[in-house]
């Protein structure tokens, strides 16, 4: 398989033509047509998984680290390799969209996202790939070509850059009860310790999971610039508010381990310590984490290219 062209920000947008007439016929309520356009999609997106890569001002060393981990653990574990889709933009809604646009090219099965600011361990990635199978269901099985199966996000939890212990996350009504809009650190600790899934509002897109065909039927301008006002503002809820207008689904998965890189790396077990200490729970956050390394300036991958699987099955990735 031949590598596609480059997809950097002045590429011609890449469109999936089956789009409007998908958002059309939703709104018209349609229903045998949005299962048909569904089911085509679902036929046209099978070229394997993607890693997107948004790069803002470098990779973290540690980034860098669990990305190479992770790979040699999906490979062996799939048994094939896995494309790579590397932007570089100060702006996070043209950087994000930039790669949806290749993931789109390269009709890939479902696309990984990571920002260049996150660790994991490689048992989350590969936890990440079998959950977000088993939402998609057979690709052949018609029962499943609907919006159910196909359109929805599956995001690690990870605490957001804030002076305030916060989670990359907002939750629905029903579980919102702190001051923060969040759930109480009891089930926050449960649901880490339970691997819970859980259906959100809105979620950092700094660790997840989307299928091709979702990101194809969303069409272009899946992504906006940041807008004043409270945090789950930016592009990533932006996203995920226009994948749930579609009637997709966004899922918090609290069985991955996934660190946010600021001063040191910050996971779910620091966030429900810190707010077991500001209950007066604990007497101190023990520490855990390790100092932050210099990131990389210059990433090992060149930018704002798809790398697919080639025909042996190896990752065209260098």
Same mark, same amino acid.
């Not at 062209?5 to 016929?25: C, G, I, T, W």
């Not at 646009?101 to 390269?106: H, K, Q, S, T, Y």
């Not at 660190?259 to 779910?268: F, K, M, Q, R, V």
């Given at each position: 398989?031949?590598?596609?062209?480059?997809?950097?920000?002045? #590429?011609?947008?890449?469109?999936?033509?089956?789009?409007?007439?998908?958002?059309?016929?939703?709104?018209?309520?349609?229903?045998? $047509?949005?299962?048909?356009?569904? *089911?085509?999609?679902?036929?046209?997106?099978? #070229?394997?998984?993607?890693?997107?890569?948004?790069?803002?001002?470098?990779?973290?060393?540690?980034?860098?680290?669990?990305?190479?981990?992770?790979?040699? /653990?999906?490979?062996?574990?799939? &048994?094939?390799?896995?494309?790579?889709?590397?932007?570089?933009? #100060?702006?996070?809604?043209?950087?994000?969209?930039?790669?949806?646009?290749?993931?789109?090219? =390269?009709?890939?099965?479902? *696309?990984?996202?990571?920002?260049?600011?996150?660790?994991?361990?490689?048992?989350?990635?590969?936890?990440? @790939?079998?959950?977000?199978?088993?939402?998609? =269901?057979?690709?052949?099985?018609?029962?499943?070509? $609907?919006?159910?199966?196909?359109?929805?996000?599956?995001?690690?939890?990870?605490?957001?850059?804030?002076?305030?212990?916060?989670? *990359?996350?907002?939750?629905?009504? #029903?579980?919102?009860?702190?001051?923060?809009?969040?759930?109480?650190?009891?089930?926050?600790?449960?649901?880490?310790?339970?691997?819970?899934?859980?259906?959100?509002?809105?979620?950092?897109? =700094?660790?997840?999971?989307?299928?091709?065909?979702?990101? /194809?039927?969303?069409? $272009?301008?899946?992504?906006?610039?940041? @807008?004043?006002?409270?945090?789950?503002?930016?592009?990533?809820?932006?996203? *995920?508010?226009? @994948?749930?207008?579609? =009637?997709?689904?966004?899922?918090?998965?609290?069985?991955?381990?996934? &660190?946010?890189?600021?001063?040191?790396?910050?996971?779910?077990?620091?966030?429900?310590?810190?707010?077991?200490?500001?209950?007066?729970?604990?007497?101190?956050?023990?520490?855990?984490?390790?100092?932050?390394?210099?990131?990389?300036?210059?990433?090992?991958?060149?930018?704002?290219?798809?790398?697919?699987? $080639?025909?042996?099955?190896?990752?065209?990735?260098?």
């Amino acid at each position: 398989m031949s590598v596609p062209p480059d997809v950097s920000e002045e #590429s011609p947008r890449v469109s999936y033509p089956a789009a409007e007439l998908f958002e059309k016929a939703r709104r018209e309520g349609r229903v045998k $047509d949005v299962r048909t356009l569904i *089911a085509g999609a679902r036929r046209e997106f099978r #070229s394997g998984t993607a890693l997107c890569l948004p790069v803002y001002r470098g990779i973290e060393a540690d980034t860098f680290e669990s990305l190479w981990r992770g790979r040699t /653990a999906l490979e062996k574990f799939t &048994g094939q390799g896995w494309g790579l889709i590397q932007t570089k933009s #100060s702006c996070p809604s043209a950087n994000r969209e930039t790669a949806a646009r290749g993931a789109v090219w =390269g009709h890939v099965q479902f *696309a990984i996202w990571v920002d260049s600011d996150q660790v994991f361990d490689s048992n989350s990635l590969i936890n990440l @790939l079998v959950h977000a199978r088993e939402l998609y =269901g057979d690709p052949e099985n018609v029962e499943h070509a $609907d919006v159910t199966h196909t359109l929805w996000m599956l995001c690690g939890v990870y605490p957001r850059r804030s002076p305030e212990p916060q989670l *990359a996350c907002a939750f629905l009504p #029903s579980m919102r009860q702190s001051a923060h809009g969040e759930p109480p650190w009891q089930t926050i600790q449960e649901a880490a310790a339970k691997g819970f899934i859980a259906e959100v509002e809105t979620a950092g897109m =700094g660790f997840c999971i989307i299928p091709g065909a979702a990101l /194809a039927l969303m069409g $272009d301008n899946r992504f906006q610039d940041p @807008l004043p006002g409270p945090w789950m503002q930016g592009e990533d809820a932006y996203f *995920a508010q226009r @994948l749930r207008d579609l =009637g997709g689904t966004v899922y918090a998965d609290f069985s991955l381990r996934v &660190g946010h890189i600021i001063e040191s790396t910050y996971d779910l077990s620091w966030y429900v310590r810190s707010r077991m200490l500001a209950e007066g729970e604990v007497q101190e956050i023990p520490v855990t984490v390790k100092l932050r390394k210099p990131p990389i300036e210059e990433p090992h991958q060149r930018g704002g290219v798809i790398y697919p699987p $080639d025909e042996s099955g190896k990752g065209g990735a260098a």
